[in-house]
């Protein structure tokens, strides 16, 4: 029998932070209440933001089938996308109105398979350092039990944004 999966979304643009008005942290603690909706990726994925705080940032997913690689468990970009997003929103809750980050390196070690039947998996990342021009990163995903499926490490580009000229959005770059 045949699945489909279908999602919506919104502009992302309505949405994106404009990193010269709002920081990181605030950004992200409107995306858990409800405020500003989570980018697109987010519902393509399946993923939520559960819990974030300065230097600290937790997002949630269940494993289904629509996950799964040619050997019936989640695919590792899967589980990479997952990473990335908790760090780089790791990163962000330290980072003040005006400064932005971007992913430039992730490695992520895969230690156990991920199916459907591993139940709610839990990726926490929090920076190990952040300064002027570089951030780095850890995090780890684990399942209901706490045993760990695969941790990573990542680099993040900081950088300070330009003043949004009036009528603008305060777009960003990455």
Same mark, same amino acid.
């Given at each position: +029998?045949?699945?489909?999966?279908? $999602?919506?979304?919104? /502009?992302?643009?309505?949405?994106?932070?404009?990193?010269?008005?709002?920081?990181?942290? /605030?950004?992200?603690?409107?995306?858990?209440? %409800?405020?500003?909706?989570?980018?697109?990726?987010?519902?393509?994925?399946?993923?939520?933001?559960?819990? &974030? /705080?300065?230097?600290?940032?937790? $997002?949630?997913?269940?494993?289904?089938?629509?996950?799964?690689?040619?050997?019936?468990? &989640?695919?590792?970009?899967?589980?990479?996308?997952? +990473?990335?997003?908790? +760090?780089?929103?790791?990163? +962000?809750?330290?980072?003040?109105?005006?400064?932005?980050?971007?992913?430039?390196?992730?490695?992520?070690? $895969?230690?156990?398979?991920?199916?459907?039947?591993?139940?709610?998996?839990?990726?926490?990342?929090?920076?190990?350092? &952040?300064?002027?021009?570089?951030?780095? &990163?850890? %995090?780890?995903?684990? /399942?209901?039990?706490?045993?760990?499926?695969?941790?990573?490490?990542?680099?993040?580009?900081?950088?300070?944004?330009?003043?949004?000229?009036?009528?603008?959005?305060?777009?960003?770059?990455?």
């Amino acid at each position: +029998m045949e699945r489909k999966k279908a $999602f919506s979304w919104e /502009d992302p643009k309505k949405n994106a932070r404009n990193a010269a008005s709002i920081s990181g942290l /605030d950004y992200l603690k409107a995306i858990q209440t %409800g405020k500003k909706r989570p980018p697109p990726v987010a519902g393509l994925v399946g993923y939520r933001l559960s819990e &974030v /705080d300065v230097g600290h940032a937790v $997002f949630e997913l269940e494993p289904r089938e629509y996950h799964y690689n040619p050997f019936a468990s &989640v695919h590792g970009g899967i589980l990479s996308t997952l +990473m990335d997003s908790t +760090m780089t929103s790791a990163v +962000m809750t330290t980072l003040p109105k005006g400064v932005a980050c971007a992913t430039v390196e992730i490695k992520v070690n $895969f230690i156990q398979p991920v199916t459907e039947q591993t139940g709610l998996i839990r990726c926490e990342a929090r920076p190990i350092h &952040v300064g002027k021009r570089l951030a780095t &990163v850890e %995090g780890r995903i684990t /399942d209901p039990k706490g045993s760990v499926l695969a941790h990573g490490v990542s680099t993040c580009a900081v950088f300070k944004v330009k003043k949004a000229p009036p009528g603008t959005r305060g777009k960003t770059p990455g």
